[in-house]
């Protein structure tokens, strides 16, 4: 098993149109203001950022993102990763009854230095503190979408 490897789905039914989510989604610089955890996003050119990101443990981790897929036939918002973490992610939105269920799935593996030395002992943490990150940034896209 590869400790640095990792996989995470998160699922937020959120009640209001997938449009609506698509639009708010797909303004990354914009995640800082209502996601805690995303510290910063800056924008390289109209299709890169860095990102920082920081959740409860004290830990930041940057990474580049590259878009690789945005299509807002399909709900989906793809980007590649590269830095502490590597990898892609993928927002994924659709109708669930009278609101949206927005599906994000991550695969990457760990490349910042002290996170893979504390790979073994550490993996049920790092995964509580992503866990941790995705429902704050559930509730904040929540609070966001109702003040828009």
């Known amino acids: 098993m590869d400790w640095n490897h ?14 609506t989510v698509y639009g708010v989604l797909e303004q990354a610089e914009d995640y800082p203001r209502w ?4 510290r910063s996003v800056t924008r390289l050119d109209d ?4 990102l920082t990101i920081r959740s409860v443990l004290p830990y930041d981790m ?4 590259h878009r690789i897929r ?7 918002l793809e980007i590649a990763m590269s830095g502490d973490i590597e990898g892609w992610a993928r927002w994924t939105v659709t109708a669930e009854g009278a609101g949206t269920l927005a599906r994000y799935d991550q695969e990457v593996h760990v490349r910042k230095p002290l996170l893979r ?11 509580a503190n992503h ?3 995705m429902s704050s940034g559930r509730r904040g896209l929540l609070r966001h979408l109702r003040a828009v």
């Open 6 to 19: 990792y996989r995470f789905r998160s699922l937020w039914s959120l009640p209001v149109p997938p449009a």
């Open 131 to 133: 866990r941790l990150m």
């Open 35 to 38: 996601w805690p955890q995303v």
């Open 117 to 127: 030395r504390f790979a073994v002992p550490g993996r049920p943490v790092f995964r």
């Open 47 to 50: 299709t890169t950022g860095v």
């Open 70 to 76: 945005r299509d807002a036939d399909a709900g989906v």
């Open 62 to 65: 940057t990474f580049t993102a």
